[in-house]
């Protein structure tokens, strides 16, 4: 009898994954294939398979717990990935630190809210330039002119990403005394100015209010067109969701039951059933 | 908001700096004036530079313990490297810089270099782990610093340096002198540390520090206190920032004592142990974690307030009265409830006052 060699089971790569149409002639910006995790004996996170068009608006949906927000801490390697790749803009960030990933173009925000909040708004803003304006210590300590010229430049930047939400006028307020929904907007223009190519939002439009969500809507597609940049977002508000999402993931329990536009999600049963069935029916 | 007022604005942080500064020098001044009218009694002299001393230590912590969010016990390790370092450069360049002030500046630098490589050495490792192993490493250092100067022996002669851990075992030619002798510390020494030096180390301090924290490697750094996550999820390296802090920090703590030293003819390496620590992090509490000018104040009031407490018929009651004054101070501004208390003593006698007032006026 010949030696038994272990055969692995085989798995396709690269996955089945959908994108916008006009972004097909690039390279998707984010594609994960066989994402997983496990906390203790829990599934979180299970064969997530998912790409991102260069300036897709895409929407990551299902009930609580599904493993959304996992999802989200898995990108940006807060926690380090034990199952799948993470290709970002075409680079396995297998390696990477969370700092790493954070300067090869992924921004995100928090669905708990995470800002300085003893610091200034403009300094919120300014240390999510820390790479884009930057120069070194030294520099800082000693006054030399670098320090003029990139402080004034993320001075200006900062201004000019707060106008984005009309927030411009608060620059001086300290971050953690600014009413709920500003301090969401906040994260965001933080998160902005990072310089990314792929904008995590984790509940964008939590306790917001309908005409805040409705410009919170317009606003984000408009970071989309204005800076081309592609965006995912996790949101319970289905009005948000189907209203501006392209492409549409659904999970539960930690695995993907779904995939597709507004229209496709809406009529798919397995959706109606585990997740939007619950609403209204 | 229009180009004229972004050009006018005056930036609240750089107006606490300059405060900080006017009040340095203001106080320097006053204090050389009094001096020169032989208003400022002998002993409290002799504190002026030790209270320098002080203060660039509390600031110095501060950066780590307020500024960064980092706990240290160990600060005084870092001025014992620099006292015991600067003492020795002192020394070595007595013929070869004969203008103390110069030499002082030396010593003082090679402290400076000394606290530094301290905290590289303690904070490269310690500082990548979360949680705070940084306050458990720094209370061990502070000790074995202390430990291992105890049972050193360095001698100069015209061969150069020679170390050793018994007297005996020095080999110095005759014309050679032992500098540091283990548990007795070093000896002999050359004070060159002065009030004006202590002052122009203050005002560096404060530079650093100061312009430190308000650029980006500063904001950084707070960034990382406020929320570590998402610090790092902006980019910012927590290792890299963490580490430039805690390192600043010794380095300022190395100069500190280098000047420390040079101010007495001897120094014994038990001076720089746990309680001077301790002391210095009671000076960074009670100043308020963060603040500069706290630190400023609470170093230099608490280091003299012993010796201020000495006439009189207080003298005997002193340290109860310094040890209650701390307790109450620290009670009252870091107990919520206490802190509650007073402002709610403070609203009601205020409210005394009005409803007095309104009954009076509507009699
Ligand atoms: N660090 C962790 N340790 C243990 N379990 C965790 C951890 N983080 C998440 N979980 C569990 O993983 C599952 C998915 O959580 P996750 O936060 O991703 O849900 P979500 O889809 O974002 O839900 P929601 O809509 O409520 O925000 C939950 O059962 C949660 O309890
Ligand atoms: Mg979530």
Not at chain 1, 240 to 258: D, P, Q, R, S, T
Not at chain 2, 54 to 65: F, G, I, P, Q, R
Request: charged fraction near 15%.
């Amino acid at each position: 009898m010949s030696k038994q060699y272990p055969k692995p089971k085989l798995v396709p790569v690269p996955s089945t994954n959908i994108i916008p149409e006009r972004d097909i002639d690039k390279s998707p910006i984010l594609e994960c294939r066989h994402l997983g995790i496990d906390f203790g004996g829990l599934t979180a996170v299970s064969d997530f398979n998912m790409a991102i068009g260069r300036t897709e608006i895409a929407g990551l949906i299902g009930p609580n717990g599904a493993g959304k927000t996992t999802d989200f801490n898995l990108l940006p390697k807060v926690y380090q990935p034990p199952r799948g790749t993470i290709m970002l803009d075409g680079r396995d960030t297998h390696s990477m630190t969370t700092a790493q990933v954070s300067r090869a173009g992924i921004a995100r925000t928090f669905q708990n809210i995470r800002l300085f909040s003893r610091l200034s708004v403009e300094d919120n803003v300014k240390i999510g330039l820390h790479n884009q304006a930057a120069y070194p210590m030294w520099s800082g300590i000693f006054r030399l002119p670098s320090y003029w010229k990139k402080e004034r430049m993320a001075h200006n930047l900062a201004l000019e990403l707060l106008s984005i939400f009309d927030m411009q006028d608060l620059a001086d307020h300290q971050a953690g005394s600014l009413p709920y929904g500003a301090q969401r907007r906040l994260e965001i223009v933080r998160a902005l100015a990072t310089g990314p190519s792929l904008l995590l939002l984790d509940e964008p439009a939590a306790g917001m209010n309908p005409s805040e969500t409705a410009e919170l809507m317009d606003n984000i597609v408009k970071i989309r067109d204005t800076f081309q940049i592609a965006i995912m977002l996790i949101e319970h508000d289905m009005n948000l969701v189907m209203g501006i999402c392209e492409g549409i993931c659904v999970l539960n329990f930690g695995k993907i039951i779904a995939k597709g536009t507004a229209e496709e999600i809406q009529a798919n049963p397995a959706v109606i059933e585990a997740y939007l069935g619950k609403k209204e029916g | 908001m229009s180009g004229k007022t972004k050009t006018l604005r005056v930036r609240k942080t750089t107006v606490n700096a300059l405060i900080n500064y006017a009040m340095v020098i203001v106080v320097f001044a006053a204090t050389q004036i009094l001096i020169g009218q032989g208003a400022i009694s002998n002993t409290i002299q002799s504190m002026l530079v030790p209270v320098c001393c002080y203060v660039v230590m509390a600031v110095s912590l501060n950066l780590t313990v307020g500024i960064l969010g980092e706990l240290s016990l160990g600060h005084a390790g870092f001025m014992s490297l620099g006292a015991f370092s600067g003492i020795i450069a002192a020394t070595l360049l007595q013929d070869a810089v004969p203008a103390a002030p110069l030499r002082l500046a030396i010593a003082m630098v090679v402290g400076g270099v000394f606290g530094g490589v301290g905290g590289v050495i303690i904070g490269l490792p310690v500082l990548r782990l979360r949680g705070d192993y940084l306050a458990i490493v720094t209370l061990a250092f502070g000790e074995i610093i202390k430990n291992v100067i105890q049972v050193l022996y360095i001698g100069l002669d015209e061969n150069g340096l020679h170390f050793a851990t018994k007297e005996a075992n020095l080999a110095l030619s005759e014309t050679g002198k032992a500098i540091l002798k283990g548990p007795m510390g070093a000896t002999g020494v050359a004070k060159l540390a002065s009030f004006t030096a202590g002052f122009l180390l203050i005002l560096i301090t404060l530079f650093v520090v100061q312009n430190l924290v308000d650029s980006r490697a500063g904001r950084a750094i707070l960034s990382l206190r406020d929320n570590r996550i998402a610090a790092e999820s902006v980019g910012i390296s927590v290792t890299k920032y963490k580490l430039m802090a805690f390192v600043i920090s010794a380095v300022l703590a190395g100069a500190a004592g280098a000047l420390y030293g040079l101010n007495y003819s001897s120094t014994v390496a038990s001076k720089f142990d746990f309680n001077t620590s301790i002391l210095v992090l009671v000076y960074v509490v009670l100043g308020g974690l963060g603040s500069i000018r706290g630190s400023i104040i609470a170093a230099a009031v608490l280091t003299l307030l012993p010796e201020l407490l000495r006439n009189g018929a207080i003298n005997d009651y002193r340290m109860l009265i310094y040890a209650i004054i701390l307790i109450l101070v620290m009670l009252v501004t870091n107990n919520p409830t206490l802190r509650g208390g007073v402002d709610m003593a403070v609203k009601r006698i205020r409210g005394i006052g009005k409803k007095e007032q309104t009954e009076g006026g509507a009699q």
